[in-house]
């Protein structure tokens, strides 16, 4: 059965916040806070933790299209070829915010996801899971817990969460309330940029 973390996002308790990352970096999946709504995590590096995601989200994880959640804008460079200045701008306007934007990967990517030309890249406007990617000292692989088929109490109370993951994950993070809306996706490998989808975050920022 998983932990359930208390987890103040006013000032969060370092010593809850490394009790999450040795889950992470012991090979476990999280469920935490964003600015948006409540997401699937696992350490990046480790590839029995993303395989566990893709399992529990029916997918091949070559296929998947997961997030990267990175700390600021000098971690997000790690995996994504260099911007251009106009990119870079609005990058640094909309983030941290309720954001992905989709950018082309580079060679540092990790084995599994290799053969992906873009990824998606977020850095949340929450303490808790800013602290953790820091803490960590590497980007949190993510993917949103919302289903269109689920009730919507289960997006925003983490006591709700807790009883429905409570067996598949290894730890959730209660850090309040939840928003049950998803972040913008703002496609940035074109020549203009593109909303995919329309969420959380205004689109105000071009």
């Given at each position: 059965?998983?932990?359930?973390?208390?987890?103040?996002?006013?000032?969060?308790?370092?010593?809850?916040?490394?009790?999450?990352?040795?889950?992470?970096?012991?090979?476990?999946?999280?469920?935490?806070?964003?600015?948006?709504?409540?997401?699937?995590g696992c350490d990046i590096t480790n590839t029995k933790?993303?395989?566990?995601?893709?399992?529990?989200?029916?997918?091949?994880?070559?296929?998947?299209?997961?997030?990267?959640?990175?700390?600021?804008?000098?971690?997000?460079?790690?995996?994504?070829?260099?911007?251009?200045?106009?990119?870079?701008?609005?990058?640094?306007?909309?983030?941290?915010?309720?954001?992905?934007?989709?950018?082309?990967?580079?060679?540092?990517?990790?084995?599994?996801f290799k053969k992906k030309k873009t990824v998606g890249?977020?850095?949340?406007?929450?303490?808790?899971?800013?602290?953790?990617?820091?803490?960590?000292?590497?980007?949190?692989?993510?993917?949103?817990?919302?289903?269109?088929?689920?009730?919507?109490?289960?997006?925003?109370?983490?006591?709700?969460?807790?009883?429905k993951w409570q067996n598949k994950v290894d730890a959730?993070?209660?850090?309040?309330?939840?928003?049950?809306?998803?972040?913008?996706?703002?496609?940035?490998?074109?020549?203009?940029?593109?909303?995919?989808?329309?969420?959380?975050?205004?689109?105000?920022?071009?």
């Amino acid at each position: 059965m998983a932990k359930f973390i208390k987890i103040y996002p006013d000032n969060p308790n370092e010593k809850e916040i490394q009790k999450v990352v040795k889950i992470l970096k012991d090979g476990g999946l999280i469920i935490y806070p964003t600015d948006t709504v409540y997401g699937l995590g696992c350490d990046i590096t480790n590839t029995k933790a993303l395989e566990r995601i893709a399992k529990i989200k029916g997918i091949k994880l070559e296929k998947a299209n997961f997030s990267f959640v990175c700390n600021d804008l000098s971690n997000i460079s790690d995996y994504v070829k260099s911007l251009d200045t106009s990119s870079f701008k609005i990058l640094k306007r909309a983030l941290p915010g309720p954001y992905t934007f989709i950018l082309e990967g580079n060679n540092n990517l990790p084995k599994e996801f290799k053969k992906k030309k873009t990824v998606g890249i977020r850095v949340p406007d929450n303490s808790i899971a800013l602290e953790l990617v820091k803490q960590l000292g590497n980007p949190i692989v993510s993917t949103s817990i919302y289903d269109d088929d689920e009730l919507i109490e289960y997006t925003t109370d983490p006591e709700l969460i807790f009883e429905k993951w409570q067996n598949k994950v290894d730890a959730v993070i209660d850090g309040g309330y939840g928003d049950n809306m998803a972040s913008t996706i703002i496609d940035l490998t074109g020549n203009e940029p593109e909303v995919i989808r329309e969420g959380k975050g205004s689109i105000d920022i071009f």
